[in-house]
């Protein structure tokens, strides 16, 4: 089993930057690619962007194409996400996710096995 715990999330003014960071234990890191996904009030949790286990590929929603960037460091068990250019339509809960095909980059949340807490993010206006 996996253990994913999120964090960096806060209260930031339309524009700005966030990272937020998504620390693991348990099992091998490497042996998961890894997701973010997004909840907004009243809103069904959509996917924001996935990374392989070596960080080679990479998958984006296109609704942050071009602002978010994910990230991995499998020697430190931490997966990043970096946020840029934030809208107000990004405030969410945003939660990491471990997914056992390692190599594949999914976008449906029925392919990740393990998930964390979440932590939120408020764009201003």
């Known amino acids: 089993q996996v253990q994913l715990v999120e964090s960096g999330g806060g209260l930031v003014q339309a524009g700005g930057s966030l990272r937020l960071s998504c620390a693991a234990s348990?099992?091998?890191?490497?042996?998961?690619?890894m997701g973010w996904f997004r909840q907004a009030p009243g809103k069904e949790r959509e996917f924001v962007a996935a990374?392989?286990?070596?960080?080679?590929?990479?998958s984006y929603a296109d609704s942050v194409k071009g602002r978010f960037t994910i990230s991995r460091d499998n020697a430190k068990n931490s997966l990043f996400l970096q946020m840029s250019s934030l809208k107000p339509e990004d405030t969410a809960v945003y939660s990491c996710?471990?997914?056992?095909?390692?190599?594949?980059?999914?976008?449906?949340?029925?392919?990740?096995?393990?998930w964390g807490q979440g932590t939120q993010v408020t764009v201003s206006s």
């Open positions: 996710a471990a997914d056992r095909s390692r190599t594949v980059v999914h976008s449906k949340e029925d392919n990740y096995d393990y």
């Open positions: 990374i392989s286990w070596s960080g080679l590929s990479t």
């Open positions: 348990g099992r091998t890191f490497s042996n998961y690619a």
